[in-house]
């Protein structure tokens, strides 16, 4: 009968432990070199910067909470200032319409003031005018009167005599 | 850490892609060791019949054609007679070193400087066989005292071949030649590097975008390695020992599952082989205690926090355990890859059985469709076993480094 082949697994050659080592090492320092140390370095370079996004994502999405809050309070305060605003207005228009009708009154109150203190005025002028006029007429009067009674030299003394009479009495 | 598989997001294109190729390595694997297995079963028939001369010829040998399929040997057989030649290169203290392609040994009908082939192993010839190129017969084998040897008829004389060269054996030779599995390990490499490097091109050319199919699939497994084994296994020093973490575990993947492909060039049983399971283990165990530090070599001569008496016993078991941790890497998974391979053998070896070797078509029928569901099947499992073998392999030897680098708690 054929006997077995021989059965060299289970026998190590010393040949092809050498070549194991050999390519194994040769492999390992190469790839390490060319291939592993690169990938691995971009690898953990992805890994990286998929972390970071992740946090700046996470500090972008805390951000815009915080915008959104302080948004939320602009507007509200915008809307309180607002009507604030509004109420002001109105108050003021209200305001300048009392102070309006206030000083329209008052201008009414001294355009009549003076109205009335002008009449006064021209009344008294008016007056004056009157009894100057009276004065002068009376003065006329009396002139044409004195003219008349003094035409003779006895009215004349007459008249001396009196006027001397009373300077003494004073 | 963050997990970045959500990135990971294999297109279904390649998905189907990559189904379909397994599916069809899968299928045709039966197909291809029924013809191959089919072939060289002539030859060896044809060779007993000339060489003995009786009815015995139509024999299957069930275990010689799965040890021929699982051995390392000096040329590549893909079927009968026809095999890839691969060059010889051989030391001896008399001859120093002498190269060939194993062509020249003419399938073992020729002998070169007293080197003959024998079932596709070179061995050698005693010092009174004539050198240089010499036509010879069939080589015999006989048993004798229970040990297996090898005989040679030659002019009237009868000449005992050394064994092959293995580390257990004390031949007068060497070999260094560019076998199956060297030249299977040089392709595996020669794959690798074409991988790695388009890989690494990949990641200069697209900046941080994330890849897409293939160079996807392979970044799903450098970051398996990165963060299943590397990171909990070594701390932060993970980065120093990457590179001999992820070219362990992808050669020794690439290796088992080209074991799995059953065309040349692939085919051969790599990593099942102990030499070279050894040159992978020694390396881890070089790595470890070479980068052992006071801490690794303390806990191994006078482990902290036991009594004496204990340290005492402890000392030589922990010592002990310096080699055994990588001598079981070793055994581990030459054991697995070997136990694979002779069980899809000797599944596709039942339709020869079955069929009485071509005599019965009923017989191979039954057998082929008794042996070809089972070898689909296994080649699921090993397909499984190729990927959990190399996994194992690279977190034993992350996590024996890490013990060794690790510095001291206090």
């Given at each position: 009968m054929v006997l077995l082949a021989e059965f060299n697994v289970i026998k190590p050659d010393f040949g092809l432990f050498f070549w194991t080592v050999i390519i194994f090492v040769s492999l390992w320092f190469f790839l390490g070199k060319k291939a592993i140390g690169p990938i691995a370095k971009a690898l953990k370079e992805r890994e990286d910067s998929i972390n970071d996004a992740l946090a700046q994502a996470d500090i972008a999405r805390e951000e815009m909470k915080n915008l959104r809050s302080e948004n939320e309070q602009l507007l509200s305060k915008a809307r309180e200032e607002r009507s604030a605003l509004l109420k002001e207005a109105k108050d003021q228009a209200s305001q300048i319409v009392a102070e309006a009708k206030n000083k329209a009154k008052e201008e009414a109150g001294r355009i009549l003031a003076n109205a009335n203190l002008e009449i006064e005025n021209q009344k008294k002028q008016a007056i004056t005018e009157v009894k100057n006029q009276a004065g002068l007429l009376a003065v006329q009067v009396a002139e044409t009167v004195l003219k008349k009674q003094l035409s003779n030299d006895q009215a004349q003394i007459d008249l001396a005599q009196t006027l001397a009479n009373d300077i003494k009495l004073n | 850490m963050t997990k970045l598989y959500a990135f990971h997001n294999i297109p279904f294109s390649v998905a189907s892609k990559l189904f379909f190729f397994i599916a069809f390595i899968f299928f045709l694997l039966p197909v291809a060791n029924f013809a191959q297995d089919m072939a060289h079963n002539h030859q060896t028939e044809a060779v007993s019949e000339e060489s003995e001369?009786?009815?015995?010829?139509?024999?299957?040998n069930m275990e010689n054609m799965i040890f021929n399929h699982i051995n390392n040997s000096n040329e590549f057989h893909l079927f009968g007679h026809v095999s890839i030649p691969l060059p010889c290169i051989l030391y001896s203290k008399e001859d120093g070193l002498t190269m060939f392609m194993s062509s020249k040994m003419d399938h073992g009908h020729k002998a070169f400087n007293r080197y003959v082939m024998d079932e596709g192993i070179i061995k050698r010839l005693p010092a009174d066989f004539p050198g240089g190129e010499v036509n010879i017969g069939h080589i015999e084998h006989e048993k004798v005292n229970g040990e297996e040897i090898a005989v040679l008829h030659h002019e009237g004389k009868e000449y005992q071949l050394e064994k092959a060269?293995?580390?257990?054996a004390f031949t007068s030779f060497f070999d260094f030649s560019i076998t199956k599995n060297v030249f299977s390990m040089l392709l595996a490499a020669a794959l690798l590097l074409f991988i790695f490097l388009s890989v690494s091109k990949g990641y200069k050319n697209r900046g941080r975008k994330a890849p897409s199919g293939f160079h996807n699939l392979m970044e799903i497994m450098i970051n398996f390695i990165i963060d299943e084994v590397a990171k909990p296994m070594?701390?932060?020093?993970y980065m120093k020992y990457l590179p001999f973490l992820i070219t362990n575990f992808f050669f020794i993947l690439t290796c088992n599952l080209m074991g799995l492909i059953p065309f040349f060039p692939f085919s051969a049983n790599i990593t099942g082989n102990l030499a070279i399971t050894m040159g992978l283990a020694i390396v881890t165990f070089l790595i470890t205690n070479l980068q052992g530090n006071g801490n690794y070599w303390k806990h191994i001569f006078w482990m902290p926090g036991v009594p004496v008496p204990m340290k005492i016993f402890l000392a030589p078991i922990e010592f002990l355990g310096i080699f055994i941790k990588p001598f079981s890497l070793m055994i581990r998974l030459f054991a697995n890859i070997t136990a694979g391979h002779i069980i899809i053998m000797s599944l596709v070896g039942l339709i020869f059985v079955f069929g009485n070797v071509g005599e019965s078509i009923g017989g191979a029928t039954a057998g082929a469709a008794l042996a070809v569901p089972f070898t689909l099947f296994m080649n699921l499992i090993e397909f499984v076993v190729a990927l959990i073998q190399a996994f194992i392999f690279t977190i034993l030897s992350a996590s024996y480094i890490g013990a060794a680098t690790e510095e001291a708690h206090h």
């Amino acid at each position: 009968m054929v006997l077995l082949a021989e059965f060299n697994v289970i026998k190590p050659d010393f040949g092809l432990f050498f070549w194991t080592v050999i390519i194994f090492v040769s492999l390992w320092f190469f790839l390490g070199k060319k291939a592993i140390g690169p990938i691995a370095k971009a690898l953990k370079e992805r890994e990286d910067s998929i972390n970071d996004a992740l946090a700046q994502a996470d500090i972008a999405r805390e951000e815009m909470k915080n915008l959104r809050s302080e948004n939320e309070q602009l507007l509200s305060k915008a809307r309180e200032e607002r009507s604030a605003l509004l109420k002001e207005a109105k108050d003021q228009a209200s305001q300048i319409v009392a102070e309006a009708k206030n000083k329209a009154k008052e201008e009414a109150g001294r355009i009549l003031a003076n109205a009335n203190l002008e009449i006064e005025n021209q009344k008294k002028q008016a007056i004056t005018e009157v009894k100057n006029q009276a004065g002068l007429l009376a003065v006329q009067v009396a002139e044409t009167v004195l003219k008349k009674q003094l035409s003779n030299d006895q009215a004349q003394i007459d008249l001396a005599q009196t006027l001397a009479n009373d300077i003494k009495l004073n | 850490m963050t997990k970045l598989y959500a990135f990971h997001n294999i297109p279904f294109s390649v998905a189907s892609k990559l189904f379909f190729f397994i599916a069809f390595i899968f299928f045709l694997l039966p197909v291809a060791n029924f013809a191959q297995d089919m072939a060289h079963n002539h030859q060896t028939e044809a060779v007993s019949e000339e060489s003995e001369g009786h009815e015995k010829g139509k024999e299957f040998n069930m275990e010689n054609m799965i040890f021929n399929h699982i051995n390392n040997s000096n040329e590549f057989h893909l079927f009968g007679h026809v095999s890839i030649p691969l060059p010889c290169i051989l030391y001896s203290k008399e001859d120093g070193l002498t190269m060939f392609m194993s062509s020249k040994m003419d399938h073992g009908h020729k002998a070169f400087n007293r080197y003959v082939m024998d079932e596709g192993i070179i061995k050698r010839l005693p010092a009174d066989f004539p050198g240089g190129e010499v036509n010879i017969g069939h080589i015999e084998h006989e048993k004798v005292n229970g040990e297996e040897i090898a005989v040679l008829h030659h002019e009237g004389k009868e000449y005992q071949l050394e064994k092959a060269s293995s580390m257990l054996a004390f031949t007068s030779f060497f070999d260094f030649s560019i076998t199956k599995n060297v030249f299977s390990m040089l392709l595996a490499a020669a794959l690798l590097l074409f991988i790695f490097l388009s890989v690494s091109k990949g990641y200069k050319n697209r900046g941080r975008k994330a890849p897409s199919g293939f160079h996807n699939l392979m970044e799903i497994m450098i970051n398996f390695i990165i963060d299943e084994v590397a990171k909990p296994m070594l701390g932060d020093r993970y980065m120093k020992y990457l590179p001999f973490l992820i070219t362990n575990f992808f050669f020794i993947l690439t290796c088992n599952l080209m074991g799995l492909i059953p065309f040349f060039p692939f085919s051969a049983n790599i990593t099942g082989n102990l030499a070279i399971t050894m040159g992978l283990a020694i390396v881890t165990f070089l790595i470890t205690n070479l980068q052992g530090n006071g801490n690794y070599w303390k806990h191994i001569f006078w482990m902290p926090g036991v009594p004496v008496p204990m340290k005492i016993f402890l000392a030589p078991i922990e010592f002990l355990g310096i080699f055994i941790k990588p001598f079981s890497l070793m055994i581990r998974l030459f054991a697995n890859i070997t136990a694979g391979h002779i069980i899809i053998m000797s599944l596709v070896g039942l339709i020869f059985v079955f069929g009485n070797v071509g005599e019965s078509i009923g017989g191979a029928t039954a057998g082929a469709a008794l042996a070809v569901p089972f070898t689909l099947f296994m080649n699921l499992i090993e397909f499984v076993v190729a990927l959990i073998q190399a996994f194992i392999f690279t977190i034993l030897s992350a996590s024996y480094i890490g013990a060794a680098t690790e510095e001291a708690h206090h």
